[in-house]
């Protein structure tokens, strides 16, 4: 089970931090992403982290602002989001892929939390 929380309305230029907590798997064998989907848009990638922490993958978009990282012993994965934009305005969830590395599709990741709102106003 995954459950995040964290998002909520943040100005242009704002920062939010994300927090997912997991349980009920062995979450140090799992990588870990974030994803987002916008009204009418599809669910797209924004970042990942390997198993062993020490990977990390960002969608070309928020290099640079968005710093993805996790923490094994307390089973937790965090966003955290800077110099946030309108167009980051999604529902982002986090998820769980057994594949380890390399995951930056939607299809490697088989666990899925519930989401959570970020609203960024211009």
């Known amino acids: 089970q995954l459950q995040a929380c964290g998002g909520g309305l943040v100005q242009a230029g704002g920062s939010l931090r994300l927090s997912c907590a997991a349980s009920g798997f062995t979450f140090s064998s799992y990588g870990m992403g974030w994803f987002r989907q916008a009204p009418g848009k599809e669910r797209e990638f924004v970042a990942g982290i390997s198993r062993s922490v020490i990977i990390t993958y960002y969608t070309d978009s928020v290099k640079g602002r968005f710093t993805i990282s996790r923490d094994n012993a307390k089973n937790m994965v965090y966003l955290q989001m800077s110099g946030l934009k309108p167009e980051d305005t999604a529902v982002y969830y986090c998820?769980?892929?057994?594949?380890?590395?390399?995951?930056?599709?939607?299809?490697?990741?088989?666990?899925w939390g519930q989401g959570t709102q970020v609203t960024v106003s211009s």
């Open positions: 998820a769980a892929s057994p594949l380890g590395y390399q995951i930056t599709l939607t299809t490697m990741y088989n666990l």
